[in-house]
């Protein structure tokens, strides 16, 4: 009797795509404005290699370090710690990374954002796909394309 051969699935990691009207200089130093765009409230610094920064929303913290820096092409943010206080897991984010790849486009910018590690199947995916769904696509977009984004105020 013959074994049937299945492929597993790899599970997808959530990643956004958007093209903006702003130059790759212009959109480097956004995503790198955090509080413009994510959250206003905000602690540290985010703009060199290594730089260390808290975002929170109420009881929710993530902190985060800079770990690849490349101007004008691409950031590594690494979570280092985080609170997640709605979850099972409160830690679910930690060890996760977000990378934003940045590359110049004929009818703009382009930024290619994946968060490695946050897949299909864990606690918090859906609710953390529709926050980065509006974070990406609307208030970092509005940032880049009418100079003022949509950060949490609290």
């Known amino acids: 009797m013959k074994k049937l051969k299945t492929k597993k699935m ?19 130093k956004s995503i790198n404005s955090v509080s413009d765009w994510w959250t206003i409230s905000f602690e540290g610094r985010s703009e060199k290699l290594n730089d260390v920064f808290t975002v929170r929303f109420g009881e929710t913290f ?13 950031i590594l943010w690494h979570v280092i710690d985080c609170n997640k206080h709605w979850l099972k897991n409160k830690k679910e984010w930690k060890d996760t990374k977000m990378s934003w790849e940045i590359s110049a486009e004929k009818n703009g910018t382009q930024i290619n954002f994946t968060h490695i590690g946050l897949v299909p199947g864990i606690e918090c995916y859906k609710g953390c796909e529709k926050a980065w769904n509006f974070y990406v696509k609307e208030s970092l977009f509005k940032l880049l394309t009418e100079r003022k984004g949509i950060p949490e105020l609290k």
Do not use: R, S
């Not at 790899?10 to 480097?28: G, H, L, P, R, S």
């Not at 993530?62 to 691409?74: A, H, R």
């Open 10 to 28: 790899k599970k997808q990691d959530y990643n956004e795509c958007i093209t903006v009207n702003a130059t790759a200089q212009e959109t480097f």
């Open 62 to 74: 993530i902190t985060v370090k800079i770990v690849e820096l490349i101007p004008y092409k691409k």
